[in-house]
């Protein structure tokens, strides 16, 4: 079936860029001079510490070094480099991880019971969070791990496409160590920005060691807001990312050490980066309004928006090494504090123009706050083995609990005697179901209680010096409540209504490796996955078309989601230093939780799709021809497809849920290429490094790729438009390709670099953003443009 899938399901194109790729790499391996060694890389993607090479399931590992010579900020720019990593941009501070495909569409603000596909971790701690993600900054890691497939034996829920841990360095009583890295840059028709980082290691005694990393960094702004009147403000998307992390190691004896830690983090931004199409507001259709067409990079606005994350991690790991056995006790506590603020007037201009309000209370500036206050405990402890022998193993339990508590508001100052003017008389009051401000005309909160408890294990048995079996499975005991209470005229009303959702099952993983020479070694496995389920929020009745209250109303809970991965691999390291590393695979899912915008009732739903599947190949390949030349190349071919077909309560195709019809979000192929030329300059070291990455089209939701699905008509009656005109969008997401570029000169401890980032000034549009189905706002979430900038580290 994968071969089915490489020879005739993908686009033509894209699949003779990879194959041809990876023919052309395989060929060229005995043609590369010997000696020219490439150092290998150390990771703990099985709770163990061993190479890349050896470990017996796809990994990519992305080091301290591959992330200065990329320029990589964060891990959506790292994610172009791995193979099968995507990431769907959908504002700042906001995004979603998919990895081989298996992607639930695109996952919004207000639907915080969604969870993740992706598991991510820093060290051993869990981060995770559907869309909210903590993109911590990636100065003076080790490296971030990428593990492809269904991770949860040793990870649980949230595994169920892979897995990301971001690697820190660990404090060193051995010697003192500090460095830091400041950094300028301009972007093309926007700021200037710009970053400060430092850390330090200090040695404190022969058992202790602090190490203290600190960071703060300008987000140079590009998008710009025209307002009521024609006024226009520039850069309105910059912001700010501070924080830092601090760990002290201790060891008392050569079995035992503790580490606590602190990691704290703040990303402020004023904006968001949305290119708009059609505003409610802002559009070439209105007559008694001036007629506004929205450029490249522009978006309209009544208000400021505004987006703020502030985290704070702190854990401690214990390992003490026994006699036959290792312990490891991880405890971490996370707590973190988000709103998203944003312009909404053109959403409840809209529903006012639905109610027949007048102009001026249509154009009543309207902001939007969703809060986010989480607090989540987790406790791990595990034993392995240390020994020598053929047989190895590992078991462990773990447990959590989350404390999330959600909720909305939407100031809309005026709004009540807007209400009581057009509807009656006390209507604001009558609607409000115990909130305070009348202005608001939606509330809502949500606070959730989710318990984990977990087993787990895995065991490994060498038959012979070529032949490893592993098996392991994960048992896990979920329990989650939910209670909603709303408020408003656009609300329900609904007053403390709980659900509960519970789950409990096995997770079980085999792989076999097999040394087939002293270069290669064969891999193969079958994994499960799964992803925790749960329960709706009502729809907003009150702003529902009739057909849409019908299409979507019926749509409560959501059944866990469960997945099946069939792999082989092959990772092979040659003599002379050249790394080769693919996959092939196929997984089954069933049970897919898929996402989908609920149209005029400015909801969303998640419902099950009973089958689909992804497929597809990836590779890797690394070489150093000669003590001048570095180089790299990592693609993927992917085909993530549905294998049902969901209708709705008229009988309908659901939003593009049929047979055959694509996965939201995902790219069919993508392929990146490194390589640096080393020489010397002013007697130092120098590079020049180049990095291209194309990623292929994509749809933000299912309903996308649907036959018409986009031409858009508001039918909203406002400013001399009719309602009835057609706005006419591509929501096939374009295939991009971006170029960066670094010139750097290294000598002794410091390093200085200039480089452009996206030297092409690709306008790349990443997601497509819709306000209320479409009648209220169209816009795509875009990418930075050319950044040229320059960057200073040193070590001491």
């Known amino acids: 079936m994968v071969s089915d899938t490489i020879a005739t399901k993908f686009s033509p194109t894209g699949a003779r860029i990879i194959l041809s790729t990876a023919a052309l790499i395989l060929s060229a391996t005995g043609a590369i001079a010997a000696d020219q060694e490439i150092d290998e890389v150390i990771v703990t993607a099985t709770k163990r510490a061993s190479t890349v090479q050896d470990v017996p399931f796809s990994i990519n590992a992305q080091t301290e070094k591959d992330i200065q010579r990329l320029g990589a900020t964060n891990l959506e720019e790292l994610s172009r480099n791995v193979a099968g990593l995507t990431i769907q941009n959908l504002g700042p501070g906001q995004s979603q991880v998919a990895i081989r495909g298996v992607s639930a569409g695109q996952i919004v603000r207000d639907q915080p019971g969604v969870k993740e596909q992706v598991g991510v971790y820093v060290d051993e701690s869990v981060i995770s969070l559907s869309l909210f993600t903590p993109d911590f900054d990636l100065y003076d890691l080790n490296r971030v791990e990428t593990l492809r497939g269904p991770q949860g034996t040793l990870f649980g829920s949230g595994s169920i496409g892979g897995t990301i841990r971001y690697i820190t360095n660990q404090p060193d009583a051995e010697e003192f160590d500090a460095g830091f890295e400041v950094n300028l840059n301009s972007v093309t028709d926007g700021e200037i920005g710009g970053h400060l980082k430092g850390m330090v290691n200090i040695p404190i005694s022969d058992v202790m060691a602090l190490r203290a990393v600190g960071y703060s960094t300008q987000y140079a702004g590009f998008i710009d807001a025209r307002r009521e009147g024609g006024a226009v403000t520039e850069d309105v998307n910059s912001g700010t990312r501070t924080g830092g992390r601090v760990s ?16 704290y983090q703040k990303i402020e931004a004023d904006g968001f980066n949305r290119q708009e199409v059609f505003n409610l507001f802002a559009n070439p259709n209105t007559t008694t309004r001036p007629a506004v067409q929205l450029g490249e990079r522009e978006q309209h606005l009544l208000l400021d928006e505004e987006f703020s994350d502030e985290t704070l991690l702190a854990d401690v ?3 003490w090494s026994l006699d036959p056995f290792d312990l490891t006790v991880v405890g971490s506590f996370l707590d973190r504090e988000i709103l998203v603020g944003r312009d909404a007037s053109a959403l409840t201009g809209s529903v006012s123009v639905d109610l027949g309000y007048p102009e001026a209370a249509v154009l009543l500036p309207s902001n939007l706050r969703d809060t986010t206050d989480l607090q989540q405990s987790t ?21 959590s609990t989350v404390e999330r508590d959600y909720a909305q508001r939407l100031p809309t100052p005026g709004y009540a005697a807007a209400t009581d003017a057009a509807l009656g008389a006390g209507t604001s009051a009558a609607v409000a179901n115990g909130f305070t401000n009348l202005d608001s005309p939606f509330n809502s ?4 209680d989710i318990d984990q408890l977990a087993l787990f294990g895995e065991a490994s048995y060498d038959f012979t010096d070529a032949f490893t079996l592993t098996v392991g499975a994960r048992y896990y005991d979920f329990e989650e409540e939910r209670v909603i209470t709303t408020g408003g005229l656009f609300a329900n009303g609904d007053t403390g ?21 002293d270069a290669t070694i064969l891999n193969a496995q079958v994994s499960q996955g799964f992803r925790l389920g749960g329960v709706n929020d009502p729809l907003n009745a009150g702003l529902c078309t009739p057909g849409d209250l019908a299409v979507f109303g019926s749509f409560q809970e959501y059944d866990d989601e469960s997945m099946t991965n069939y792999e082989v691999g092959m990772k092979s390291r040659f003599d002379n230093g050249i790394t080769f590393n ?8 069933e049970d897919l939780q898929v996402t989908l915008d609920a149209g005029s009732c400015s909801s969303r739903i998640s419902f099950n799709v009973p089958k689909a599947h992804t497929s597809g190949v990836e590779f890797e390949f690394a070489a150093k021809p000669s003590d001048s030349l570095e180089m790299s190349v990592a693609g993927s071919v992917l085909e993530s497809e549905f294998d049902s077909t969901v209708t709705d309560a008229t009988g309908a195709v659901l939003g593009g849920v049929e ?11 993508q392929l990146a290429v490194t390589g640096t030329y080393l020489f010397e300059a002013f007697n130092s070291d120098a590079y020049f490094s180049a ?8 749809f933000t939701q299912p309903s996308d790729q649907l036959a018409g699905a986009g031409n858009f008509t508001s039918g909203l009656p406002f400013g001399g438009a009719s309602g009835a005109d057609v706005t006419t969008v591509d929501l096939e997401l374009d295939s991009y390709a971006l170029l960066n570029l670094n010139l750097g000169l290294v000598r002794d401890a410091w390093e200085a670099v200039v480089y452009i980032n996206n030297a092409t000034d690709e306008n790349a549009n990443l997601s497509f953003d819709r306000e209320r189905g479409g009648r209220a706002r169209l816009g795509y979430r875009t990418n930075q443009p050319r950044t040229i900038g320059v960057t200073y580290r040193m070590k001491f």
């Open 379 to 399: 406790l791990e402890i595990r034993l392995s083995s240390n020994s020598d022998g053929a047989f190895q193993w590992l078991a462990g339990a773990f447990y």
């Open 317 to 319: 790991v214990a390992e």
């Open 445 to 448: 909160d949500l606070p959730y």
């Open 582 to 589: 693919a996959a092939v695979f196929y997984s089954d899912i």
């Open 691 to 698: 990095s291209w990455q194309t990623i292929s089209t994509r």
């Open 248 to 263: 002290l190691k201790i060891t008392p004896s050569d079995n035992f050490s503790v580490t606590p830690r602190i990691i």
């Open 497 to 517: 209504q709980v659900d509960k959702t519970s789950s409990d099952g096995v997770s079980p993983r085999i792989m076999a490796s097999l040394e087939v020479s």
């Open 659 to 669: 047979s055959g019809n694509r996965l939201a979000s995902v790219p069919e192929f």
